[in-house]
């Protein structure tokens, strides 16, 4: 399951692009933020005469905390993530289609972004599942980019992701990079959002077997993913598990939704007759969003730019 600890690595390595440094490696993040997060809680334990009181309750499990409360272009994420650092790291929201066009060189050839349909070999991806690989955790991972507004609005501002398995650390780096710079949806993400930013990260796992039966999964629960043809065309998309309850879809709408996002144009009242004669699978996952907003990651950077030496200029 994704942790606020993900979320923060994110906004690690996006910030450090900006500074134009090396981020923490997520081993640390990890580490710092555990610390963090234990030096909180002693706080709120300690009152105000300095006398720690009796109460034993622990915090909410971090991985259950959820979303909220430059003018030129960055450099490419090709240039960003060298080879040497891929050695040593080792609803408005989530919604997108796949892509049909080649992913950039700088990530996996399994990379989805907004264009359309599949990048070229994934075609078998959809059966991924966790791998562990020499003691190394590899999920299949999305990191999605929202903004919020003064009034309260969330807006998307990025969402890429792949569901070949990635080795933790460089996947969350490479995607948070690459849907910040990269949607094609959107113009690459400036310093000058970063106090509105929010990042969200799913770790995707469960993936059953592809179906014939475009009803076969669950409101709330199941990440979809679809294909089907239509006069020789192959169209497919993916919405991840939040999506369609967030918007308040019945599946049917869900579905509709997302033959559309993935190009289809036909009429709402054939998508089953479309899908039945262009012989649509769908195959299901999991994944729970977790969320981090930028000031709650600025206040944890700066406690532990006092433990690592390294700072950070950040916005506040």
Avoid at 83 to 90: L, M
Avoid at 151 to 161: A, D, E, P, T, V
Wanted: net charge negative; glycine share 8%.
């Amino acid at each position: 399951m994704a942790t606020q600890a993900h979320c923060a690595y994110a906004f690690e390595c996006l910030v450090a692009s900006f500074e134009h440094r090396q981020p923490l490696s997520l081993a640390q993040v990890d580490e710092l933020w555990v610390q963090y997060r234990g030096s909180k809680i002693e706080d709120r334990h300690i009152d105000g005469d300095g006398a720690e009181q009796d109460d034993e309750e622990s915090d909410a499990d971090e991985g259950a905390e959820m979303d909220e409360p430059v003018a030129a272009r960055p450099a490419a994420v090709s240039r960003l993530l060298t080879k040497d650092d891929a050695a040593s790291a080792g609803s408005s929201n989530s919604s997108l289609p796949l892509s049909t066009r080649s992913a950039a060189s700088s990530t996996p050839s399994s990379r989805k972004d907004g264009s359309g349909a599949d990048t070229p070999a994934s075609s078998r991806s959809s059966q991924a599942s966790v791998g562990h690989g020499k003691g190394r955790e590899e999920y299949p991972l999305f990191v999605t980019w929202n903004t919020t507004s003064r009034s309260g609005h969330k807006s998307l501002r990025g969402c890429i992701g792949t569901f070949e398995p990635q080795e933790l650390e460089y996947g969350l780096r490479s995607y948070a990079l690459t849907s910040a710079f990269e949607d094609v949806r959107f113009t690459p993400i400036p310093a000058s959002l970063l106090l509105s930013l929010s990042a969200h990260i799913t770790l995707l796992t469960n993936f059953s077997q592809p179906t014939k039966d475009p009803l076969d999964w669950t409101l709330g629960t199941h990440g979809i993913r679809i294909s089907f043809s239509v006069h020789g065309r192959r169209y497919s998309a993916t919405y991840l598990p939040d999506v369609a309850q967030e918007q308040g879809w019945s599946k049917e709408e869900t579905l509709v939704s997302l033959m559309r996002k993935g190009g289809w144009s036909g009429s709402s009242s054939r998508w089953l007759s479309t899908w039945r004669e262009g012989k649509g699978e769908l195959v299901r996952y999991e994944g729970k969003a977790v969320g981090l907003h930028y000031l709650e990651w600025w206040e944890w950077r700066e406690w532990a730019s006092q433990k690592v030496g390294v700072r950070s200029k950040g916005l506040k």
